[in-house]
Structures are given as C-alpha cells and as structure tokens.
C-alpha cells in the first residue's frame, strides 16, 4: 500500500525503507498514542496501518493544539500541506510543549529541500517521510520512534531512579563521614584526654615519696618503677623492668607474694596489702623496713594481671622508735636506781656515821674497834655502789667544770697501758685544739677506764685498743641522726677494741644495770650503765657499734664550750672547829635527822630538827618568839609537799640573809628529774662524813651571806 500522490522520501533513499540515522526499525514493544494532524483524507489512509496505536485526528493545527493539551500524546504526525514557515512553527511549538520530553515528531512532506529538511530537524522534528512514500516506511518510522521514545523514558527513569539513589547514597554517606568525623574527633579528644590523664598520673608517681612499682603474676617488676623506688631500692628502672623481684630477702619473698594475692572475702577477688610492714633489701644489700600499700591491677574478666605496690620507707622511723623505746627503759630503770640509791643513801649515811662516831670514841675496845672499822669499810664500798647507781640514773651530785679531753687521757696513759697489760697493743691518738667539755672530772675520768677495761675483758688473747679524741660538727641532718643532741660542736672520744663483739640481743641490752656477759662472779654489771648515766648528765651521747668477731666501737659525744663552769670546792677532810650557832635541820628520814643532829650538837651547835618543811616553818616561828636566832638553815632537797628550795625561800623571807646548806642523795634535778637547786646552791652529798658535815657548816657560817636565789 502507498501513500498516493504523495513524493518520496528524501533522506531514506529509494523507497527500500532503509531506516534513517535518527530511529531503528526494531520490533515496537507496546503501542502508543499518536496525534495525526493531517486532513482527512490522510487519516483514512493511515487509520488502518495505525490501528494497533491510539490515534488522535485533528485536521488543522489549532485543532492539533488543542488534541495535544487533552490527549499528551507519544507522537505527532505533521502533514505539510502549508507553507514553509507554519510547518516550521509548528514544530518549534511541539518542541517546547511542557515539562520534560515531549511527544516525537515526524514530518511529512512533499519538499525534496535539503536546506529545508534541516530547517526542520533544528525546529524540532525528529524524522521526516518524504513524499510519495510507501506506507510501511510510515509505519516503520512511527514504530522505531516510538520505541526511541520508549527506550529514552525508560533511560530517564533509569537514570533518575540512578540519580535518586546516588543522591540517597550520597546522602547516607556523607551522614557515615560526619557520623565517622564525629567518632574520629571523639577518639581524638579522648586519647588526648588519655595521653594527659597518663601523663598526668605518670607525673604523680614519678612526684610521690613513696617507692611505686608492680608485680605481674608471674612475679616480675612491670609497668612502673617510679624514682622513690631507684632511690629506696638503688635499681634504675631499665635495669629492673621485666626482671624477677630482687629486693625481697631470703624467706621473705613468699610470704610477701603470698599476702599480696590473699582473698579479701569477695569470691575471686584478689586480696590488698594494707599497711603491711614488709623485710626488703636495697642493691648493697641493707635491710629496709617498709609499709605496704597495694591494690590488683584488673582486666575486664576481673582477674589481676598485676598488683600495683606503694612502700612507705619506715626504717628510720622503726629505729627511732625503738631509740625512743630504748631511752625510756632506761629512764625507767634508772629512775628505779635512782630512788634505790637514793633509799640506800639514806641507810649508809646513818650506818657509816654512828660507825664512825663509835670510833671516834678513844677508849673503844680494840676488838669493838675492828668490827666497827669492818662496818664503816663495807658502808663505804656500799656507798660507792650506790654512786655509780645514781651515776646511771644521772642524779649524782656532780662538779662538772671546764675540762680538756686530751688532760684527761693523757693524763691516765700510763696508768691505762698498766691496767691492759702487755698483750695489748693500745695507741692513742688525740686531736689538737680540740676544745673543752663541761663535765666533773671524776666522772670523766671513770668513762675513760671503764671504756677501756670493758675493751680489754672483750680481749681475753691480745688484741689491738685505740683511744682517739675529735672535735666533730653536727649539721641538723646529723643531730636528727643522733637524738637528742642538738645542732652544733661536740667533742667526741672513741675506744675502739678488736675483741669478740657482741650480737644483737647484747646490744640491746648494754646498758642496763646489772647486765653483764662475764661469768658469775667477774664485774658488777655497772661499768656501762655508769658511763651511760655520767654522760647523759653532762648533756651528750653514748653509741656501739659492734659484731660479732669484729669487734666494738664505742662512741662518746660530749658538746663542746668554752663557758667556764663554777668549781664547787673539794670536801674539807680537817678536824672541823666548833660553834655555837642556832641551826635550823629539816630532814624526812628521822635516823638521818637523828644522827645530823647528834653530830652537830657534839660539835657545841644548837639545833631545831624538824621532819617537813610545815613543821619547821612552824619551829622557825616558835624559836624567833623565843628570841632565838637562827643562823643556818641545813635541810635535806627531796621531801613530802615542800621540797627544801621551796623552804628555803620562805626561811629567807622570814630571815633575810640565812645561810641554807642543801643535802641530798640525789644531784639539783631531784628524784622527779626537774632541776629543783640553781647551780650555785650548796649542796652536801650523802652519805656524808662527821668531818665533811662539821667542815661545810662551820664554812657556810663564816662565809659572807649570799641568799638563794629564785626561780
């Protein structure tokens, strides 16, 4: 069938139906709808070829407008029977119908025009049929556009589908950036946060006192060994990380690892050390006293994977407080020596003065006489006991004045050589300029003796003793070391022997009285705890230091002065001279009161004897309504409710220019310790002689008046 009167195609070629560069000839898959804007005639022709398409007939191109708003249309068939520039309109018109793709168009004209055809493709046709032309290439055309059509909708959903989804996507992955910028900013800001929180802690372990370091589970130092612990232990934590535990000593180790993994009572949980004082060793060695404070390191399962340790240094707090434990036993047994002594005291006083009264008698027996010598010998061996008693619990009344230490040694050289004999090699050797020591020389003398003869019994076979003298300085580090001198000059006397030494359990115990090592019957076990007493009254310190087979050390710190100390004179031996003077005597122990009394009055004095400081008061006021002038004032330091200072002052309030004579067992400290007479007072130690008492009354009366003075 053709298209009659109708000119062929142009751009088709002959009328084969070759397909133009614009459609393929491919089978239609669904049909379309299609506007036919032709005359009538046209429309029968075509209506057959056309049926399987919906076909829209609209015979002028107002009409075809009107067609096109109501059925939207896939294709437009144009016939062009009018001019050149209509069909041209009609094909830009049709280009710009509405939004998106609008219907196809196919031209069909009887214009061979070349120049015209492409006029018409830029207007907006997409295919032209040019006339005559056979109605399968109509056909043909209609089918290829609108499968073009199809397959062009079908890209554009395709691709907007495409595009949809890359927006979604795009979408959803820039939500996953931000949402992983926001995890990386997170993770940044909290490994910020961790890297200061460890540096942070880091700083503070390294900061802390106390010795920081881990154990792991395999018993190895881990994970931080801070400087405390390289200062405590002397490992560097190079040489100690990841190493075994090497400052646990012998037998320690287990106990130690064993309490550090102890159950606390929750099922599973690992146990804590708290506050528990544990043995360690440092690299040379030394053995060091720690408190322990520890807690697990935790895994998320709840099992330790390390115990974290904090050690507290306690080993220079232990030693002071066993010092401190040390010196107030002694201060305990001496304040038992001291009254024991001063009971004793009392006793020989009474003992060896009726003894030597009943010698002093010409017309005594001769056998009476030698038993009566025999008493006062042992009350004066006794005597000297009690002294060295009184000495230990520093409550002997002293002479101290101004000595120098290098006299003194030399001084007793050669009798020192005699006393450790020949198997001794001894040397001495003495500083120059050392200074001066305030101390009684007696007492000076006996530290140096009994130092040394205790040397030469620690050397039964020979041995090698040096003596030396020094002057040392003592900075607050070094006082602290040594309490409880105080910062400053001390002149310091060291014997050194090479005999036995001695054990820990001797040591502690050097001391106290009546401690000795010798066999029964060999010393009194007062040489040392003498020398403890005589120069902790002077103000200094004893120290040993000893070992067994190696021999002992003493150290003997005493300050070093220059102040000149008063020298209280030496007791007067000669037949005392007689008097007739009132005497007030007050003195709690009556065999004394009594014996003081029968002494004095033998030597022509009068005498009020009072037991307490009440009753004499109470004389003194009796005595002056009587006219009686009391000239001395002779009373005993210690005694029930007023002590004899106290008396003193208000017997000088009452009698100005009395003269007060002391008497004691004890020094000016009393028994309580505290100093009761000023240092110039005198004093008259019991027990003490006929001529001593008479001497030193008879003294004081003829000495000018000097009141006591007060606190």
């Keep these: 069938m053709h298209l009659d009167n109708l000119p062929p195609l142009s751009g088709f070629g002959s009328d084969s139906g070759e397909s133009n560069k614009v459609f393929d000839t491919g089978r239609f898959v669904r049909p379309g709808t299609v506007l036919l804007i032709a005359p009538e005639v046209i429309r029968e022709r075509l209506a057959a070829v056309l049926r399987e398409h919906v076909l829209y007939h609209a015979p002028t191109w107002a009409e075809g407008q009107v067609s096109l708003k109501d059925t939207d249309p896939d294709l437009v068939i144009l016939h062009h029977p009018i001019s050149d520039t209509e069909i041209l309109a009609c094909c830009r018109s049709l280009k710009q119908t509405g939004p998106g793709m609008g219907p196809l168009v196919i031209v069909m004209t009887g214009s061979f025009d070349s120049a015209f055809h492409e006029q018409l493709f830029e207007a907006g046709a997409n295919d032209l049929v040019v006339l005559p032309a056979p109605v399968t290439v109509l056909t043909s055309r209609v089918r290829a556009g609108l499968k073009y059509r199809n397959a062009v909708l079908q890209l554009r959903e395709t691709q907007d589908a495409l595009e949809r989804r890359v927006r979604q996507r795009t979408e959803e992955l820039e939500q996953r950036n931000e949402d992983l910028r926001r995890e990386i900013t997170r993770r940044q800001q909290a490994d910020e946060a961790f890297r200061k929180s460890t540096h942070v802690i880091r700083s503070l372990i390294q900061a802390s006192p106390l010795a920081i370091f881990a154990v792991d589970t395999n018993n190895r130092i881990q994970i931080c060994w801070n400087k405390a612990a390289e200062r405590f232990f002397g490992w560097k934590e190079i040489e100690i990380l990841d190493k075994p535990i090497p400052m646990l000593p012998p037998g320690e180790s287990r106990k130690f690892l064993e309490a550090l993994r102890a159950p606390t009572g929750e099922p599973g949980a690992p146990g804590v050390l708290a506050g528990n004082e544990v043995r360690f060793k440092n690299r040379q060695g030394q053995i060091l006293l720690a408190t322990v404070y520890s807690a697990p390191v935790l895994f998320n399962s709840g099992q330790a994977s390390a115990y974290l340790c904090m050690a507290a240094d306690v080993t220079e707090h232990r030693r002071l407080e066993e010092q401190l434990r040390q010196a107030q036993k002694m201060e305990a047994i001496g304040r038992l020596a001291g009254g024991i002594a001063h009971d004793f005291n009392n006793l020989i006083t009474v003992i060896n003065g009726y003894g030597n009264l009943l010698l002093s008698n010409p017309d005594a027996p001769a056998p009476q006489r030698k038993a009566l010598e025999s008493v006062v010998s042992a009350g004066e061996r006794a005597a000297r006991l009690t002294r060295q008693l009184l000495s230990f619990s520093r409550r002997q009344v002293v002479q101290p004045r101004r000595l120098d230490l290098n006299s003194v040694v030399a001084d007793l050289n050669t009798i020192l050589r005699r006393i450790v004999g020949e198997d001794i090699e001894m040397n001495v050797r003495l500083q120059p300029d050392l200074g001066a020591v305030n101390a009684d020389l007696a007492q000076l003398e006996q530290v140096v003796m009994n130092l040394v003869v205790n040397s030469r019994d620690a050397m039964p076979k020979g041995g090698r003793l040096e003596i030396e003298t020094s002057c040392v300085m003592f900075g607050t580090e070094d006082a602290r070391l040594h309490p409880p001198l105080e910062p400053g000059s001390y002149v310091r006397l060291t014997v050194r022997d090479s005999g036995m030494g001695m054990d820990e359990s001797v040591l502690s115990r050097l001391f106290e009285p009546f401690f000795t090592t010798k066999q029964p019957g060999v010393g009194t076990g007062l040489g040392l705890c003498t020398i403890y007493g005589i120069v902790k009254q002077s103000g200094g310190i004893i120290e040993v230091q000893s070992k067994l087979g190696e021999g002992s050390t003493f150290s003997v710190y005493l300050p070093r002065t220059d102040m000149i100390v008063p020298v209280m004179e030496g007791e007067a031996v000669a037949a005392p001279s007689k008097g007739h003077e009132t005497i007030l005597l007050v003195e709690d122990e ?105 001497c030193r009354v008879r003294e004081l009366l003829d000495a000018p008046a000097a009141p006591v003075a007060a606190n």
């Design 590 to 694: 009556d065999a004394v009161r009594e014996l003081a009394q029968e002494i004095l009055e033998r030597n022509g004095y009068h005498v009020l004897a009072a037991p307490n400081g009440m009753s004499a008061l109470k004389t003194l006021r009796e005595a002056g309504s009587r006219g009686t002038s009391i000239k001395l004032l002779l009373t005993d330091v210690v005694m029930p409710g007023m002590n004899g200072r106290e008396l003193a002052e208000q017997v000088q309030h009452l009698i100005p220019g009395v003269r007060t004579l002391f008497m004691s067992g004890y020094s000016a400290r009393g028994a309580s310790g505290q100093n009761i007479l000023p240092p110039e007072a005198p004093c008259l130690e019991k027990p003490f002689s006929l001529n001593v008492l008479s």
